[in-house]
């Protein structure tokens, strides 16, 4: 069955802190991973994308890496704000003829000052 | 800037009225969806569609139907609003299907949809 797991489910950090948010897997077969950003009464917007040949990924203070072999990636914040309080949603597409893409429930994020 | 406007922020509507929830795109997008997002749960995929006048199940088509007249619109429709169906309703779209590289889905801000 094809599943994406998030976790942790919420986390709370204080600003300038580190984090990371984990994602599994067992869409079959992969085609490629997403990380959105969802703020609060927002649609989700696009972080980064990753495909199966990529390991790592940047954008910013976001770095996405990902592991075909296990089926997992992460999404590290560095130095964090107050703007990055959101929920990160892990967004995985598989490579059939049909259109398959499944979502994560999300990690809501609180970065408190 | 990219545009996907959803008409409404906030809706409250009774139990057994007919519901329209309108998206715009302004990207000349090809492919539209519709999703509903709940608590606790990733998006779920209620309809999509590909190009005028065509349209997919998703995988929660029930109690819904869908409209697409016009490229740039592509409407929710809910014939007898239930309350099971209070949620928040995000409408996206995009240049490719997922499979392909260039799968980004730009959404819309949501609209909260309430049914008493």
């Known amino acids: 069955k094809n599943q994406v797991e998030q976790s942790p489910q919420s986390l709370i950090i204080l600003e300038g802190k580190n984090c990371t948010l984990q994602c599994n897997y067992t869409v079959s077969p992969f085609s490629n991973l997403r990380w959105y950003k969802q703020d609060t009464g927002r649609g989700p917007v696009s972080l980064t994308i990753m495909t199966f040949s990529e390991n790592t990924k940047s954008n910013g203070r976001y770095t996405a890496t990902l592991d075909a072999d296990t089926k997992q990636s992460s999404l590290h914040i560095t130095a964090s704000q107050l703007s990055d309080s959101a929920s990160y949603i892990c967004v995985v597409s598989a490579n059939t003829g049909g259109f398959k893409t499944i979502f994560g429930a999300g990690t809501r994020l609180f970065v408190k000052a | 800037d990219v545009k996907v406007t959803q008409s409404s922020r906030y809706l409250v509507k009774r139990t057994g009225e007919k519901v329209f929830l309108e998206c715009v795109q302004d990207?000349?997008?090809?492919?539209m969806f519709w999703y509903r997002q709940d608590p606790g749960l990733g998006l779920r995929l209620i309809y999509f569609?590909?190009?005028?006048?065509?349209?997919e199940k998703g995988d929660i088509p029930e109690g819904y139907s869908v409209s697409r007249e016009k490229k740039e619109r592509f409407s929710l429709i809910l014939e007898s609003a239930s309350t099971n169906q209070t949620s928040m309703y995000l409408c996206?779209?995009?240049?490719?299907?997922?499979?392909?590289?260039?799968?980004?889905?730009?959404f819309g801000q949501g609209t909260r949809l309430t049914v008493v």
């Open positions: 990207m000349d997008h090809e492919n």
């Open positions: 996206a779209s995009s240049l490719s299907l997922p499979g392909h590289l260039n799968t980004e889905a730009f």
């Open positions: 569609s590909y190009d005028v006048k065509m349209k």
